[in-house]
């Protein structure tokens, strides 16, 4: 039998299971097995996903498997997990991880920085096609008027193009990325790639309280033959003079959760491009059932494509404990 250390997180509700891998105690056969085990809410500890943190080359490595098993392509709430829990292995306050092919950087803010306020360099020279998070800090001017609060003048209803509070962990995505309309079985749907495949489903506000409907839609859309063979994950969002509501059925969880990061980044841009706004720099607050997570952005309106994408909201440590494979 085999023991293993682990720290349970949450994020907006959304909450995984993480894993100090830097010894391989983990191999690679048995990572999603393991994902399995300690993501039953009955049998295991109980969790949206597992993550191992990994140290490859001088840079940090993010590893996630849903409850299932299977890969998530990205998860944005647990990558804020992951920026947390570096730190508290006495990591730096601003760090590069990869996942995948992929270079993020994640940054603590606020009350979580603590005290090591140094900078990770960034791992030496990138010399081949694989994307980076850049240098972008979210200064950049937005274009066009402004008011008095710093809005670009003809925002869509909820939007603020002022920087939020600090609230916890920020993850600059490395991803240019647009908004495709599509109808699937006569209903009209937004295709938005966050480095994981989403689909978002405008709904009224009413609909978001009947949870066993949106499961079942969720599941007939999650596996539409459209999107094979990976499938999807499916965001229902609610669109209101003055709040951005929703709801995401995850992929590979096979439910609803209590939040989704990547699908708040897709809902916040299909909000965009629904209102037909101009191009800027913008900020949303997307309200899920676990809090409020903030999608940060920049529309390019000759390319019709959206990036400088970052997302913010909370990361927690819940509780740490072993485990016993």
């Known amino acids: 039998m085999k023991i293993l250390p682990f720290t349970k997180m949450q994020a907006a509700g959304n909450d995984f299971v993480l894993i100090d891998n830097r010894d391989a105690s983990v191999s690679p056969g048995d990572f999603a097995g393991l994902a399995q085990k300690v993501s039953d809410r009955k049998f295991g500890i109980g969790s949206d996903g597992l993550i191992l943190l990994e140290s490859s080359d001088s840079e940090l490595v993010m590893h996630y498997r849903n409850p299932d098993g299977s890969d998530a392509g990205m998860c944005g709430n647990g990558a804020r997990c992951f920026v947390r829990f570096a730190r508290d292995l006495g990591y730096e306050n601003d760090i590069l991880f990869r996942v995948h092919d992929k270079l ?3 940054e603590l803010t606020g009350d979580n920085a603590g005290d090591n306020t140094g900078t990770t360099e960034t791992p030496g020279d990138d010399t081949g096609t694989t994307e980076t998070a850049g240098d972008d800090t ?15 003048a003809g925002n869509p209803p909820g939007y603020n193009t002022a920087n939020t509070v600090d609230t916890g962990v920020i993850i600059h995505f490395p991803l240019e990325t647009r908004v495709t309309p599509l109808t699937v079985d006569g209903e009209d749907l937004l295709q938005v790639y966050t480095n994981t495949e989403h689909v978002v489903l405008p709904v009224p506000e009413t609909r978001l309280d009947n949870e066993d409907e949106l499961i079942e839609k969720g599941r007939t859309l999650r596996y539409h033959k459209l999107f094979s063979p990976a499938g999807t994950n499916v965001n229902f969002m609610s669109v209101s003079p003055d709040a951005l509501k929703l709801q995401t059925y995850e992929r590979g969880v096979e439910n609803l959760t209590l939040a989704c990061g990547t699908g708040a980044i897709a809902a916040a841009l299909a909000w965009h491009h629904q209102e037909k706004n101009s191009p800027g720099d913008y900020s949303a607050d997307v309200q899920v059932k676990g809090g409020t997570l903030t999608v940060h952005f920049t529309f390019n309106l000759s390319t019709k494509s959206y990036n400088k994408i970052r997302l913010e909201g909370p990361a927690t440590t819940v509780f740490e404990g072993t485990f016993h494979t």
């Open 104 to 106: 993020y950087r994640g």
């Open 138 to 152: 979210g200064t950049t001017e937005t274009d066009g008027d402004t008011d008095a609060a710093g809005n670009s």
